[in-house]
């Protein structure tokens, strides 16, 4: 079974810059999480989408971020503009069942540097 | 906000020695993750633990689960080197099925 892909791996950018990233969860997964782990920390949930619809963004930042789920499949996350305190490993995770019910799959991750 | 959080921050140990670490949560749940994450990668999810089970076991782990303390515990037997991690507990935030809440991590080093 294909695990969890993202891309890309590694971003640098400057402070002002726009930034994307993308997730392709495993096949099958109606859950759908984007996470920011800033160094040193836990994971922390941005938003989680059911399928194609959001379920909860109350940790999003929606001056600056954005994400979408077209199709309810794939996903992208977006940062415009970027500030230096969005430095950190964006994680994409997929489930089959809806929030804590059971095991999340995740990603690499994306590691995001601004400078 | 942390729902979880993990005690020691740190643990530094022998090949072959035992590791635990323990996780402590504000409010109730309905079941307990612990995740890994090995430098530079992803999170892993390691065993899930109801909160009408007390002790579960997978392999080397060992989970424990005390629901009137609001704590729960990992012990990894036999260590070795590959458990070099950090090690989340999490919690659905709001005792139902909503999103999940990580705890802030225990580095675990495994010294050969």
């Known amino acids: 079974e294909a695990g969890v892909a993202q891309s890309p791996r590694y971003k640098i950018i400057e402070k002002r810059q726009s930034v994307a990233f993308w997730c392709n969860p495993i096949?099958?997964?109606?859950?759908l999480y984007w996470y920011q782990q800033i160094l040193g920390q836990g994971p922390k949930l941005l938003i989680q989408f059911q399928n194609n619809g959001v379920v909860d963004d109350s940790q999003l930042p929606k001056d600056r971020f954005s994400a979408e789920r077209l199709k309810g499949v794939d996903s992208t996350l977006k940062i415009q503009p970027a500030k230096l305190e969005d430095s950190a490993v964006y994680l994409c995770a997929s489930s089959i069942s809806s929030g804590g019910a059971g095991e999340q799959f995740f990603g690499p991750g994306t590691r995001l540097t601004v400078l | 906000s942390q729902q979880g959080e993990e005690d020691p921050q740190a643990l530094s140990i022998q090949e072959g020695e035992n590791a635990t670490m323990n996780c402590s949560y504000k409010t109730s749940i309905n079941n307990l993750q612990w995740y890994r994450q090995n430098s530079g990668r992803g999170l892993v999810h390691l065993i899930l633990?109801?909160?009408?089970?007390r002790e579960k076991h997978s392999g080397r782990l060992r989970v424990t689960l005390d629901t009137s303390k609001k704590s729960s515990s990992l012990l990894i037997t036999a260590s070795r080197a590959a458990d070099t991690a950090s090690y989340f507990c999490?919690?659905?935030?709001?005792?139902?099925?909503?999103?999940?809440?990580f705890g802030t991590g225990t580095q675990l080093k495994v010294e050969l």
């Open positions: 633990i109801r909160s009408n089970e």
């Open positions: 096949s099958g997964h109606a859950t």
């Open positions: 999490a919690t659905p935030e709001g005792g139902g099925g909503n999103k999940l809440t």
